[in-house]
């Protein structure tokens, strides 16, 4: 019973109430979970995803790169608005940038996005 002073309360006694070894699935539980560095980055990634604008952007990236101001018309805002959306994809590692003369160009950094975009499209919402 080492390990139950860790867990949640009553956790403990739930699993041996299931188990004849709450140990040992206490253990198999802890190797399971997520790392803090794998959570955080799969946290960063969705947040990036949660929001039309980004969502917009990265559509329109599915067909081709695309230049700041080509964006700020795909989403019909100011140029700040765009560079701070782009900033955050960027940042969870979904779009790349790359500078020719004064004009930056957008593109996707892995096509595994639009999986997941698509899985989204997939997903029927019950009401």
């Not at 790392?35 to 067909?63: C, H, P, Y």
């Not at 608005?81 to 593109?107: D, F, I, M, P, Q």
């Amino acid at each position: 019973m080492s390990n139950s002073n860790s867990l949640p309360e009553g956790a403990y006694d739930a699993l041996d109430r299931l188990y004849d070894d709450p140990e040992e699935r206490i253990a198999d539980l802890q190797e399971i979970r997520p790392s803090e560095r794998d959570q955080t980055d799969r946290e960063t990634v969705f947040k990036a995803l949660g929001n039309e604008k980004r969502l917009r952007i990265l559509e329109a990236l599915r067909e081709s790169e695309c230049c700041g101001c080509e964006l700020q018309v795909v989403l019909d805002a100011p140029q700040s608005t765009v560079a701070t959306h782009l900033r955050t994809l960027r940042e969870a590692g979904l779009v790349k940038s790359r500078k020719k003369g004064k004009w930056n160009y957008y593109r996707i950094a892995d096509t595994a996005v639009f999986e997941l975009l698509d899985l989204a499209d997939a997903v029927q919402i019950n009401e």
